[in-house]
């Protein structure tokens, strides 16, 4: 008797897999001012080792993306394991600026491969309306990581607990996404037209490809680039770090689940739209925003990028078919390539403003308050441009969508 896919089983190891992802991000986002004072990193080379996680993400999706119709997925989520256990084991053991470069870079390495497998392999498990569905409630894991990893993080700290062991606990779901997979009959891509590499490049070729693809490099930063600056940016506002990621990221988590009715209701294109004007607000309220009013600001934001990574990847799935495995990879990877650009101008900015603030007479916690919150100003240009883009798109889809129906 042959074996059976099981559709229940592959997704909660692509779930796991990516609370695997999304640990390695919230708890890098918690350890990183305790690298910097043992270390002695300054913020922009805090930059460059939050750019190796960025980074090696795409990387990863460029060269799974295309394999992933040659391999499948089975053999590239493997991949992942391994990298992901490699990358945070070298963490653990590393000895400064350098070590950690390497080993950021094979996590991030890890969480693109996750990416390049799980997210077609999802697409080809799910028909129709279903792909946008069952893509939100995978990636509702994303967020839901980050708050296991934020709050994790937290509760560490304060007990005492090194970023040794903070990074260790993330072997955990690394080894539940294992045993997940392990065993399994896995789907082939079964989009028509999608099979051929050739076919799918052909297919990102076209306009409404190239325009999401530039869409996503600025809603990654607009996600990323607060969170994964959260404890330098807004350790001084008067608020927990740790506990504004875990508020943000849970709301996402939640919203996430209940994607489907939303995006069916407003469209996918309103859904953007709507973001863009979110988290423009929101970053722009947290830049100015001290005490319990850092809560409400983040409460906007998270509502603003909750639906920005999923709804990209559904509205390629669904609109864009023939770009196959590959073109689900690439703009995954646009996004985190994008990401990784940022952190260490991210971190420049950040220098910049502690010296502008000291220029100013001011000192201490003040002068990182004064520095986070224009570094966090200066992060609202990206969302700004995306409320004219997905305006533009909105408008565009609409037409085309009376015109079929014409």
């Given at each position: 008797?042959?074996?059976?896919?099981?559709?229940?089983?592959?997704?909660?190891?692509?779930?796991?897999?990516?609370?695997?992802?999304?640990?390695?991000?919230?708890?890098?986002?918690?350890?990183?001012?305790?690298?910097?004072?043992?270390?002695?990193?300054?913020?922009?080379?805090?930059?460059?080792?939050?750019?190796?996680?960025?980074?090696?993400?795409?990387?990863?999706?460029?060269?799974?993306?295309?394999?992933?119709?040659?391999?499948?997925?089975?053999?590239?989520?493997?991949?992942?394991?391994?990298?992901?256990?490699?990358?945070?084991?070298?963490?653990?053991?590393?000895?400064?600026?350098?070590?950690?470069?390497?080993?950021?870079?094979?996590?991030?390495?890890?969480?693109?491969?996750?990416?390049?497998?799980?997210?077609?392999?999802?697409?080809?498990?799910?028909?129709?309306?279903?792909?946008?569905?069952?893509?939100?409630?995978?990636?509702?894991?994303?967020?839901?990581?980050?708050?296991?990893?934020?709050?994790?993080?937290?509760?560490?700290?304060?007990?005492?607990?090194g970023w040794q062991l903070q990074i260790g606990a993330i072997l955990i779901p690394a080894a539940?996404?294992?045993?997940?997979?392990?065993?399994?009959?896995?789907?082939?891509?079964?989009?028509?037209?999608?099979?051929?590499?050739?076919?799918?490049?052909?297919?990102?070729?076209?306009?409404?490809?190239?325009?999401?693809?530039?869409?996503?490099?600025?809603?990654?930063?607009?996600?990323?680039?607060?969170?994964?600056?959260?404890?330098?940016?807004?350790?001084?506002?008067?608020?927990?770090?740790?506990?504004?990621?875990?508020?943000?990221?849970?709301?996402?988590?939640?919203?996430?689940?209940?994607?489907?009715?939303?995006?069916?209701?407003?469209?996918?294109?309103?859904?953007?739209?709507?973001?863009?004007?979110?988290?423009?607000?929101?970053?722009?309220?947290?830049?100015?925003?001290?005490?319990?009013?850092?809560?409400?600001?983040?409460?906007?934001?998270?509502?603003?990028?909750?639906?920005?990574?999923?709804?990209?990847?559904?509205?390629?799935?669904?609109?864009l078919p023939k770009t196959g495995a590959f073109g689900l990879s690439i703009i995954g990877g646009?996004?985190?390539?994008?990401?990784?650009?940022?952190?260490?101008?991210?971190?420049?900015?950040?220098?910049?403003?502690?010296?502008?603030?000291?220029?100013?007479?001011l000192s201490g916690t003040a002068a990182d308050l004064a520095a986070g919150q224009a570094t966090?100003?200066?992060?609202?240009?990206?969302?700004?441009?995306?409320?004219?883009?997905?305006?533009?798109?909105?408008?565009?889809?609409?037409?085309?969508?009376?015109?079929?129906?014409?």
């Open positions: 008797m042959s074996q059976k896919i099981n559709q229940a089983r592959l997704f909660q190891g692509s779930c796991f897999a990516l609370i695997t992802t999304a640990m390695a991000f919230g708890i890098r986002a918690g350890v990183l001012t305790q690298l910097g004072q043992e270390f002695k990193l300054s913020a922009q080379e805090l930059g460059y080792i939050n750019q190796m996680a960025f980074l090696g993400f795409p990387i990863a999706m460029i060269i799974g993306g295309p394999l992933y119709n040659v391999l499948g997925p089975k053999r590239i989520i493997w991949v992942a394991f391994f990298t992901h256990v490699l990358g945070l084991v070298m963490t653990i053991l590393s000895g400064g600026f350098w070590t950690l470069l390497i080993s950021t870079f094979f996590v991030g390495f890890g969480n693109g491969t996750v990416e390049a497998a799980c997210n077609p392999m999802i697409s080809d498990m799910y028909e129709g309306n279903e792909k946008t569905k069952m893509l939100n409630r995978f990636h509702m894991w994303f967020p839901g990581g980050i708050v296991i990893g934020s709050l994790l993080s937290e509760f560490m700290t304060s007990v005492g607990l539940l996404y294992a045993f997940s997979f392990f065993g399994q009959l896995f789907p082939h891509s079964h989009v028509e037209g999608a099979e051929s590499t050739g076919q799918n490049f052909k297919a990102m070729l076209s306009p409404l490809y190239i325009f999401m693809l530039l869409c996503m490099a600025l809603t990654a930063i607009s996600e990323f680039g607060p969170e994964q600056w959260i404890g330098p940016v807004l350790g001084n506002a008067g608020a927990s770090p740790m506990l504004i990621l875990a508020l943000v990221t849970g709301l996402m988590a939640v919203g996430r689940y209940f994607a489907g009715p939303i995006v069916h209701r407003i469209n996918p294109t309103g859904v953007l739209w709507a973001s863009a004007i979110f988290t423009t607000i929101g970053v722009v309220l947290m830049s100015q925003a001290t005490g319990p009013m850092v809560y409400v600001s983040a409460v906007i934001f998270a509502i603003g990028v909750c639906y920005f990574w999923p709804t990209m990847i559904g509205f390629v799935a669904e609109n646009m996004g985190m390539f994008s990401t990784s650009i940022f952190q260490p101008i991210i971190g420049k900015w950040l220098d910049n403003e502690k010296a502008a603030a000291a220029a100013k007479g966090l100003d200066n992060m609202a240009v990206f969302p700004a441009i995306l409320i004219v883009a997905f305006g533009i798109l909105y408008f565009v889809m609409r037409k085309r969508l009376a015109t079929s129906h014409a």
